[in-house]
């Protein structure tokens, strides 16, 4: 009870962070809109953005926790004090290495930037600025990882909401100072402190949640000798939950040479990720727990199944929501301030192709959940690598002729190659079967969904009016047709059996 207690804080507070990191996209977007600043601080926060995301939620964990729960006593707080200095000294050489490189890192993120023009200039200014977010990230993911020793998990699980508030208070005081007539290079200053300050409060979150004597730096090198492993220990974990969110930056280059295409493909990756996160969230914090305590049916994938069903009975509604509503959804969210029509309709062409990458990627997270609870790190890596390369060739030779949907399709292609490379290889295994009633439910589920969409597109030619009006009414209508979608898709999935009604019974007992 108290594992679940925490899995449901943990899930609650991650969910927390998406919707206010939403909140300050919006503002950036109203700030700046899809225009050189928001291209170039996009191209030039991404690094630091993937870092504070990855290491925010637990992706050192893996690597820390086996090393810490062995140490006892004073060893375990000269191990934890020694870690705690080899991760700093290697986020300072890393950001050392970024400061130096920029250019030619913003070249490799974004190739359609003429380098010797604003975009380009602005990302690696913006860049330069923040690079000090790599250490603090790296620290605050460590402390992060000690405090969850200590059985302590609320604070660190905050820290990334307190951070996005952070930079929300820091884009109102931009708001304040006149954004729209600042210089770009000025406010991309701003931008770039805004990163650093929310990485600030993520790593003094972190440090505050850590109990006082579990750390005791040491420079011993007896004690750094022995915190190495933990080091090196660290990059397959690291590198297994990069590797998915590397085929947005590859999306972002090949978005780069239309202008304003880097800003809106990651407007529209943020709407995707908000029902994605709660996905990661319950996956990560509740799926993975029962795996690891042996909860399982006989054939070893009971919880397997009912975390596909799970997560495909969230994802696709959405999904397919996002994409039949993908303009209105913009323009209601979005614009407003110097984001004006022609970056809702640049984003909302992103939008509707790249939502229906989100049932597949959150299938991968379920699947990628099961891999690491059976030990199976190599088979996610292997899996993420082979899937770069096929969304790469697809977003690239795609752009040309499909504009923003060229590289959403990229998004989409290496997510099914990412999926096909995890269920072939847990199937292979018998980590994951699906028996006959999942199935059933399964294609319940797509039905419905599928059902649903018909009735939500019916519904929006109907409304075309009131969308088009903007403000309240619009949003108003836009509101009217996700009730409806929800209404058709649950009524849909009960009467065709996508949703198990004893267990909904059960669950409304209880």
Known sequence: MALLRHASTVALLTLASRVLGFVRDAGVAALFGTGVVADASVAGLALPQIARRLLGEGALNAALLPALAQAEGEARRRLAGAALVLFGLAGLALAGLFLLFMPQLVALLAPGFAMDGPRAAGAVLAGRLAVVCLPLALLAGVLAAFANAAGRFARPAMAPAAANVAVIALLVMLWLAGAHTMSPSAALAWLAAGAVAGAATQFVLNMLAVPRGLVRLSLAPADLKAALPLLAGAATPLLAAALPQLRFLIAAAAASGIAGGVAALFYATRLVELPL??????????????????????????????????????????????????????????????????????????????????????????????AFARGLSRLVTLASLAALPAGALVGFLSVG???????????????????????????????????????????????????????????????????????????????????LGSAVYATLALVLGGIDRTALRAGFRK
């Open 277 to 370: 996160g709660l996905v990661g969230a319950s996956a990560g914090a509740v799926l993975l727990p029962a795996l690891a305590a042996g909860e399982r049916g006989q054939d070893g994938s009971g919880l397997g199944a009912g975390g596909l069903t799970a997560a495909l009975a969230l994802s696709l509604p959405a999904a397919l929501g996002l994409a039949v509503l993908a303009h209105p959804i913009v323009v209601v969210l979005f614009e407003r301030g110097a984001f004006d029509a022609s970056a809702s309709r640049l984003t909302a062409g992103a939008l509707a192709l790249l939502a229906l990458t989100l049932p597949v990627q959150a299938l991968e997270k379920v699947l990628i959940t099961i």
């Open 401 to 483: 002729a499909l504009g923003m949907a060229g590289p959403a399709l990229g998004v989409l292609v290496s997510s099914l190659v990412g999926l096909a490379g995890l269920g072939i290889g847990l199937a292979r295994r018998r980590l994951i079967v699906l028996p006959a009633p999942s199935r059933r439910r399964l294609g319940g589920l797509v039905v419905a969904a599928l059902g649903m969409a018909g009735a939500v597109a019916l519904g929006r030619e109907g409304a075309a009016g009131a969308l088009a009006q903007g403000g309240l009414a619009a949003a108003g209508t836009l509101a009217g047709l996700v009730a």
